[in-house]
């Protein structure tokens, strides 16, 4: 393979303004990508005939993100060595594919390219794009071979509505999580805060963060949301608002409710008590380091988190405003398009994955929320509690909390990048009345051929 190109890549904006480089434009970025990722397909063997397919068993790639921090990847290659061993029929091969959006470009990409892996763990909210590009299977047969609403039924509610367009239902829950409120209850008990009563509502985030400053002083930051549109939604559903409409062909951007969400988190930097920008990663680095002390932060970083502190670590809902509301996420199990016996083995194998007790292994070793119903019953998980009791604050909060589904819509990455750029600029500073009329304007070009 020859050399790559020394081709500086650009960030794509919003604001219509492409930046230029040697390399081009943003559409020439998206485009030596894809070449790239075909390149290396065909170098590393990244095809069905890259691996000899025993006789008699059907050979099936696995693409799967991690899109937290965590040793989730060597959590899975584990569970699927073990459903190999398990049965001669189907051998999966487990892909590790990066972060969510690379893992859903990479199937893309291989679906475009004739060579798509029979199996993924997708972000659930691409159905829109996977089903329009034809590249997903319905699930609905299996289902009904499996029992039908009685095997659903065992499935948490609010993962499965995500899971159902049109009328046919189009993925597994696997990955799923959900945000949580995380807290160092040593530096709670260090400012005179119980440290069993963590903030209910934006007012009370202010109040602690207020006491944290006072407590810690300048070096430290009270609070930290990173920069991610996944935790931009449950704000702006709690001021009231809605972010994208049912059909995924509409998103509401410039609206009071999303004005009044960045009133909530500019007033947490304006005041000293949030760095204005902090990525997803770095800022549970430094939740873990007790450089900040409460963090919004996916259920999927419980087990890393937990491992990693040195302090007491506390788990809460989100707080709350108008709406006592959360969103959920994470990724679910798709069955891409191919021959019929590959997609009866590509099932065999969800169901081997998401029945009640790896269901439960999967939560226990990742942090993730167990998806079953009945995962909570069995003695592993009980125990698992027992031991963990921040292993069950997502579990509550999706029972007692208004849910909703994570942002949905067609060409849902660009979009949320767009969520994820405009979001950054406010919090840098960026007139906000601007920035989302200009955002506003964007998201409607982007979805201008999906209206109706």
């Known amino acids: 393979m020859g050399a790559i190109p020394n081709v500086p890549l650009t960030r794509c904006r919003y604001d ?7 390399g081009g434009t ?24 890259g691996a000899e397919e025993p006789t008699g068993t059907v050979y099936l790639r696995f693409y799967y993100p991690v899109g937290v921090a965590g040793d989730h990847a060597r959590i899975m290659e584990e569970m699927v060595r073990d459903f190999n061993a398990s049965q001669d029929d189907v051998f999966v091969e487990a892909i590790f594919s990066g972060g969510y959006r690379e893992t ?16 993924a763990v997708l972000d659930a909210p691409a159905t829109f794009d996977l089903i329009e590009m034809g590249a997903i299977a319905p699930v609905d047969d299996y289902i009904e071979a499996e029992g039908g609403d009685a095997y659903i039924s065992r499935f948490l509610s609010g993962f499965m509505e995500i899971a159902r367009l049109d009328g046919q239902t189009w993925s597994i829950p696997f990955q799923r999580s959900t945000p949580l409120f995380y807290y160092n209850k040593d530096h709670f008990r260090a400012a005179g805060l119980d440290p069993d009563s963590p903030p209910r509502t ?6 602690y963060s207020q006491t944290l400053a006072e407590h810690f ?71 873990i380091a007790g450089n900040v002390t409460m963090l919004y932060n996916s259920t999927g970083s419980l087990t890393h988190i937990e491992n990693s502190s040195d302090f007491e670590v506390g788990t809460a809902f989100l707080p709350v405003h108008r709406r006592q509301v959360v969103i959920e ?21 969800i169901t081997w994955m998401t029945n009640a007790e790896n269901a439960a292994r999967w939560s226990i070793r990742s942090g993730y929320v167990a998806v079953r119903e009945d995962s909570y019953d069995l003695p592993l998980y009980r125990e698992h509690v027992e031991r963990t009791p921040n292993a069950i ?5 999706l029972q007692q909390v208004e849910i909703e589904r994570n942002f949905m819509t067609y060409q849902q990455a660009q979009l949320a990048e767009l969520l994820n750029e405009m979001k950054e ?22 979805l201008a051929r999906f209206q109706r």
């Not at 934006?202 to 109040?207: A, F, P, Q, T």
């Not at 949030?274 to 549970?284: D, E, T």
């Not at 996420?329 to 065999?348: E, L, M």
């Not at 604050?393 to 909060?397: K, M, S, V």
């Open 202 to 207: 934006w007012d009370d985030v202010y109040s």
């Open 329 to 349: 996420g994470g990724g679910n199990f798709f069955i891409f398009n191919t021959d019929q016996r590959r997609q009866q083995a590509a099932w065999k194998f």
């Open 393 to 397: 604050t997502a579990f509550h909060q």
């Open 217 to 287: 002083g300048p070096d430290h930051w009270p609070v930290q949301v990173p920069i991610n549109f996944w935790l931009l939604k449950p704000i702006v559903l709690q001021a009231g608002g809605q972010l994208e409409s049912d059909d995924g062909r509409s998103v509401a951007i410039d609206t009071p409710e999303m004005r009044e969400a960045f009133d909530y988190l500019n007033g947490l930097v304006r005041r000293g008590y949030m760095a204005p920008i902090r990525q997803w990663a770095p800022s549970v680095s430094d939740f």
């Open 16 to 22: 219509g303004a492409v930046k230029q480089s040697r």
């Open 26 to 49: 943003c559409m020439k970025k998206k485009l030596l990508l894809a070449c790239l990722i075909l390149v290396l397909a065909v170098s590393t063997g990244w095809t069905r005939g």
């Open 425 to 446: 600029d406010i919090l840098g500073g960026a007139d906000v009345d601007t920035t989302l009329r200009e955002a506003q304007r964007a998201a409607d070009a982007i």
């Open 104 to 119: 859903m470009e990479r199937a893309q990409t291989a679906f475009l390219s004739g060579n798509a892996p029979e199996v």
